[in-house]
């Protein structure tokens, strides 16, 4: 997740801006659209892989509704499981099935 200022607003049309709840489903900002110190801080320390981001994820835990930060989960866990450790979709490899 991106470490911005307040991740758990969200702009849209014209100055309107979203509460996001527990429960709702959100899309992770997109690595372009990460300001330069954040990029930096995030994707190039590899503490955030770029290809998760800009991922939709369920709003799980939102501690106050002044918080700036949620706790959330990928939507689809696609080949996820115990087998795998429970990787993360994005290094997952898809099966073929004939």
Known sequence: MALTSTPARVSHKKGQ??????????????ASEFKAQDYKSCIESKEVEQGATGHPVIILRRYSP?????????????????ENGFRPPEYTVPRRHS
Not at 17 to 30: C, M
Not at 72 to 80: L, Q
């Open 17 to 30: 801006w979203h509460e996001w709840k527990e429960g709702e489903i959100a899309y992770l900002k997109p």
């Open 66 to 82: 002044a918080t700036t930060h949620v706790i959330v989960t990928p939507v689809t866990a696609f080949n996820s499981g115990p």
